[in-house]
């Protein structure tokens, strides 16, 4: 169970495209979905929090008109990182929390992402 | 500034011995805990978790310790296996409504047969 779906697993895109990334939660609904961005070599780190039918909170330091964030519902959230450029190459990760207190996140595989 | 430390990037450890995995942390705000295993082009899986309200959390081969005035916790894995080779994460979290994790920079465990 908590198997959380993430899609695509590996892109590459010249400067100035946006991309779009999805996160689904296939066997539990996700009230809280989480995005994270790992650098080489480093922790995770936050990027935003989002639930479902309502405005993302984005970390301090992460643009939020450049990574947009849509929840629209209790399985599915999206990141669409626009108008990419080669210092946002990355490797993305979301995460998903159901319901139920005390559960943990459950991670996606994450998306890399390589902007030319 | 980093608030949860993993200050050991890598340890190697003998296939059926004790691999002990440490972390640290600064804010004594945070009161619940989690240990995550990540392979390479991998999302973390959850492996184990503790409230502050406990020093130690059991589950088969894997246990979690707590040390709040130290601000310390720590992953015992026993025995260790070589499908235990992975990096792992410390993870921390304030409150029981937010759940926003603050990562450690991982440590990247081998498990030698």
């Known amino acids: 169970g908590a198997v959380v779906s993430q899609h695509p697993s590996w892109v590459i895109c010249k400067s100035g495209t946006s991309v779009k990334i999805e996160c689904r939660s296939l066997d539990f609904q996700a009230t809280t979905m989480f995005w994270y961005r790992q650098f080489p070599k480093q922790s995770l780190m936050l990027m935003a929090t989002?639930?479902?039918?309502?405005?993302?909170?984005?970390e301090q330091g992460v643009e939020k008109d450049k990574f947009l964030i849509n929840h629209a519902s209790l399985t599915l959230s999206t990141l669409t990182v626009t108008s990419a450029h080669p210092e946002d190459s990355s490797f993305y990760i979301c995460?998903?929390?159901?319901?139920?207190?005390?559960?943990?996140?459950?991670f996606g595989d994450g998306t890399r992402l390589s902007i030319l | 500034d980093q608030q949860v430390k993993q200050n050991s990037p890598s340890l190697s450890v003998q296939e059926g011995r004790i691999s002990i995995l440490n972390c640290d942390y600064t804010n004594s705000m945070f009161d619940y805990f989690l240990w995550y295993k990540k392979y390479p082009a991998e999302g973390p899986t959850f492996l184990i978790s503790?409230?502050?309200?406990?020093d130690k959390n059991e589950d088969g081969r894997f246990t979690v310790f707590l040390n709040k005035s130290a601000k310390h916790l720590s992953l015992h894995i026993v025995p260790s296996q070589p499908g235990d080779s992975a990096v792992y994460f410390c993870a921390a979290s304030v409150g029981s409504g937010t759940y926003k994790y603050i990562f450690g920079t991982g440590t990247r465990l081998k498990v030698l047969a």
């Open positions: 989002s639930n479902e039918g309502s405005k993302a909170t984005y």
């Open positions: 503790i409230s502050s309200i406990k």
């Open positions: 995460s998903a929390r159901s319901r139920a207190l005390n559960q943990p996140q459950h």
